[in-house]
């Protein structure tokens, strides 16, 4: 995950956006089957070296899981972390850096 988050905030950076813009996006997703229903809803923002998101999934019977994370870079060094909350309400946090 750590990768993850650090790629993010690099491709972001690396895309050609300008910094001082800010960019948001928003995804909804949503399938059914023979166990029930399902959904995943996403969004996430990027501004001033920065990027955030943050995702939420409902499973078919109902139990619904989160997961947020957010990546930074500065002076050539970018780090990230993120909190992912289960269905039954454990956490898991993950957090790391990448330097130059």
């Not at 948001?24 to 959904?39: E, I, M, V």
């Not at 995943?40 to 943050?54: F, K, Q």
């Not at 870079?73 to 454990?90: K, N, V």
Request: net charge positive; with cysteine; aromatic share 0%.
């Amino acid at each position: 995950m750590r990768t993850a988050l650090v790629s993010l905030a690099l491709t972001t950076l690396l895309a050609g956006v300008p910094l001082a813009d800010a960019v948001a996006w928003t995804r909804h997703g949503s399938s059914s089957g023979p166990h029930g229903s399902s959904s995943v809803d996403a969004s996430g923002s990027c501004a001033d070296r920065s990027c955030s998101r943050s995702v939420t999934r409902t499973g078919p019977a109902g139990r619904t899981s989160t997961h947020q994370g957010e990546a930074g870079c500065a002076d050539g060094s970018c780090s990230g972390s993120s909190t992912t909350t289960g269905p039954r309400g454990a956490t898991r946090t993950r957090s790391g850096s990448l330097s130059r």
